[in-house]
């Protein structure tokens, strides 16, 4: 008898190894958000110094843009309010900048899906 699916197995194997690179590859992102997070944008977004919400404060975060990552990242990399361009870290590329508002969003709403 042959099996109704033979490329089934093939198939799920290629979706793990796809999903499981995803998540790998999230996960760098994470630790190398946390590593800028660190560097650059803790001395203010630890303490909420001059009104910044503070990372892992669920409740600072909450009137923040309903677009939540695409504006978090154009006001991160541009300013907004009281914080500069790259929270004045002109040294940072946009990708750094990106990785460290992907940290602060992620770790102040963990359940919340990304855009």
């Known amino acids: 008898m042959k099996a109704p699916f033979p490329h089934l ?10 999903s499981g690179s995803t998540a790998m590859a ?4 994470m630790v190398e ?3 800028v997070y660190k560097a650059n944008c803790a001395r203010c977004h630890s303490t909420g110094v001059m ?3 503070i990372t892992g404060s669920p409740t600072d975060w909450e009137d ?7 504006v978090l990242m154009e006001h991160a990399n541009e300013g907004w ?12 590329s946009e990708y750094d900048v990106d990785v460290a508002a992907e940290y602060m969003l992620t770790s102040s709403h963990p ?3 990304a855009d």
């Open 26 to 29: 999230q996960s760098e992102r």
């Open 51 to 53: 009104g910044a919400p």
């Open 64 to 70: 923040r843009s309903a677009l939540w990552e695409g």
């Open 33 to 35: 958000g946390e590593a």
């Open 9 to 18: 197995p093939i198939a799920v194997g290629i979706s793990l190894l796809i």
């Open 111 to 113: 359940d919340l899906q």
């Open 81 to 92: 309010l009281n914080m500069p361009a790259k929270g004045g870290e002109q040294s940072l």
